[in-house]
């Protein structure tokens, strides 16, 4: 069974950092893009950054500057390094991978449960 797993969440003030993981463990044969998505109360589930498996990266506007995504592909994981928080960055956020796995085998998107982030003063 396919699992993606996100740690690295908690309270954080305005201006501060944290560091996002997730880790996919499991029957995983390949893994394509890597992403993390966010979702805040009461809106819909946004982009925040992905990466390919080559590396390449591309940021959302609301984020570029502030945050770094990276991958280490041996250790199966996916990072978001995120700096000069704001209060509107609060939210839950989602690390996804498409990814050959199962069962069933097959390639799929796969979600992990999420970790909160909650930046405020």
């Known amino acids: 069974q396919v699992q993606l797993v996100e740690s690295g969440g908690g309270l954080v003030q305005p201006g501060g950092s944290l560091r996002l993981s997730c880790v996919a463990s499991?029957?995983?044969?390949?893994?394509?893009?890597m992403g993390w998505y966010r979702q805040a109360p009461g809106k819909q589930r946004e982009l925040v950054a992905v990466i390919t498996k080559g590396g390449s990266t591309n940021y959302a506007d609301s984020v570029k500057g502030r945050f770094a995504i990276s991958r280490d592909n041996a250790e199966k994981t996916v990072t978001l390094q995120m700096n000069s928080l704001k209060p509107e960055d609060t939210a839950v956020y989602y690390c996804?991978?498409?990814?050959?796995?199962?069962?069933?085998?097959?390639?799929?998107?796969?979600w992990g449960q999420g970790t909160q982030v909650t930046v405020s003063s």
């Open positions: 499991g029957s995983i044969f390949s893994i394509y893009d």
């Open positions: 996804n991978a498409d990814m050959i796995g199962g069962p069933p085998y097959g390639r799929r998107v796969y």
